[in-house]
């Protein structure tokens, strides 16, 4: 008899979901769904703004990666505006996205996943949570703790606080950096490479630990897309689509982030609020790609910075033969890999002239119909797309999210999972908390996808094939 299991809510990520396993006659795992139960709006009520807000409405999507939609959202308007940014401002731009991916990569690392990879899969769920992480590890807790409000410091520096800075503008930024809080992130850094040198042994660890198990978490060959700059580097301000296979065969280069569109088209089920992007040339079967640090790592030719370079030569061992890293628990390596060249080039921004240059807008009228702004999230690429009329009134929004882009991905994840984990017609924890960690790997943003804000409980269902309520489980 088929059945459906349900894990509702997922707990540990950003936003509202639930799990659903469907068995099939003989108890074995037919499919498994990853829903979205958040409702999607802000495309439809920035209808009748003037873009000029749009930094400022859209940085509300969310309290983690506000500096993501400012920063899309602000190259959109660039582009309306038909403007050369000012060089200091791109600069000012940059770091403040370095600081973003320190601190939201620290957030998922440190605190999300922590008690998981520190205190183990089949610790009781009571304990392995941040407060248990803390009572065991109180080292670690406090460095990642550290290391995220140093990535939070720099934000709020710049952009006078750290959650939904109104800093970025069409044209430009509002204000640079004074030399006392400058002097003040250069005394701090060797505190924050020494805490991601720390967890990059811890890292290599936890992978032995897995080994017995790691094949089950989103290993799979698929595509992956990302920006590189033009000379093939790591980048994520800037720069040009890149799209590898699993085998690292590079598949699109060089499309100028403008022309996503001729790229990816977005696919829509009725059981989840979130969408289903894939690689338009081969459809929704076969275009399944992900985005975000294991995808930046395997479709770029090299960092850029030394320490990063010389991580990025060991996480490509684990592709293999030179191809593509496949393993989604791979994201928490590339994760420490982009916080250590984040750091790398915080320090070298710190070190430039630039910061003091006084010219940091450039202003004009609406000189463009359309605007498009990309930029990596410390999740995955990021796409705001607006249409307005001659007087700058949006017609058109369309926002394209990083976790959005992973939800073929995670989908599958849960699948692997669950056909690995699941024992008979039974929710056992060694189940759930796999399964939950799943689809943790990818840090998804569930309120920043949908554009709603909430948190991420789990809720899992275990149904026959007739539909029958066989198990259910629930955490919040």
Not at 114 to 131: A, E, F, I, K, Q
Not at 209 to 228: I, K, T
Not at 370 to 376: A, R, S
Not at 440 to 452: F, I, Q, W
């Amino acid at each position: 008899m088929a059945r459906t299991v349900y894990i509702d809510p997922v707990t540990r990520i950003e936003g509202h979901a639930k799990i659903s396993i469907r068995l099939d006659e003989e108890g074995r795992v037919a499919d498994a769904r990853f829903h979205v139960t958040e409702f999607r709006g802000f495309e439809k009520f920035c209808i009748g703004r003037g873009f000029w807000e749009m930094p400022g409405i859209t940085a509300r999507v969310c309290g983690i990666c506000p500096v993501s939609h400012l920063l899309a959202s602000s190259k959109a308007g660039d582009a309306i505006l038909g403007v050369r940014t000012p060089p200091a401002a791109v600069v000012l731009r940059r770091l403040m996205n370095y600081a973003q991916l320190v601190q939201s990569h620290a957030l998922s690392f440190f605190l999300l996943s922590g008690p998981d990879l520190v205190l183990g899969m089949d610790t009781d769920p009571m304990r392995r949570n941040m407060l248990g992480l803390i009572a065991a590890h109180p080292d670690f807790a406090r460095s990642g703790i550290r290391l995220r409000a140093f990535g939070q410091r720099l934000i709020r520096f710049l952009g006078e606080r750290s959650i939904h800075p109104s800093w970025s503008v069409p044209g430009g930024v509002r204000r640079g950096l004074v030399p006392e809080q400058r002097d003040e992130l250069l005394r701090e850094l060797p505190e924050m490479f020494r805490t991601v040198d720390q967890a990059l042994d811890l890292m290599k660890d936890v992978l032995d630990r897995f080994a017995g198990e790691l094949d089950a978490y989103g290993d799979f060959p698929s595509l992956f897309m990302g920006l590189v700059g033009t000379d093939g580097s790591l980048e994520h301000y800037d720069g040009h689509l890149r799209i590898v296979d699993g085998s690292g065969k590079t598949v699109e280069d060089q499309v100028a982030a403008e022309r996503y569109a001729e790229l990816i088209s977005e696919g829509e089920e009725t059981w989840s609020y979130l969408k289903f992007p894939y690689y338009r040339a081969l459809g929704p079967e076969g275009g399944l790609y992900r985005v975000g640090p294991l995808a930046r790592l395997n479709v770029c030719d090299f960092a850029g910075t030394p320490r990063a370079d010389r991580e990025l030569r060991q996480f490509r061992h684990y592709g293999g033969r030179g191809g593509a890293v496949n393993n989604s628990f791979y994201y928490h390596y590339a994760r420490l890999i982009e916080m250590l060249h984040a750091l790398e080039r915080i320090e070298e921004i710190l070190d430039q002239d630039r910061l003091a240059d006084g010219h940091m807008r450039s202003r004009a009228d609406v000189n463009q119909n359309v605007g498009i702004g990309v930029c990596e999230a410390p999740r995955g690429t990021l796409f705001h797309h607006y249409q307005v009329d001659d007087h700058g009134i949006l017609e058109k929004v369309n926002l394209i999210i990083a976790t959005g882009q992973n939800n073929l991905a995670m989908n599958r994840t849960i699948k692997q999972l669950a056909q690995r984990f699941l024992s008979e017609d039974r929710l056992e924890e060694g189940l759930l908390n796999r399964v939950e960690h799943g689809i943790r790997a990818y840090d998804p943003c569930l309120s920043c996808s949908t554009h709603e804000a909430g948190r991420m409980p789990l809720h899992v269902q275990l149904r026959a094939a007739n539909g029958r309520l066989l198990d259910e489980a629930r955490r919040f």
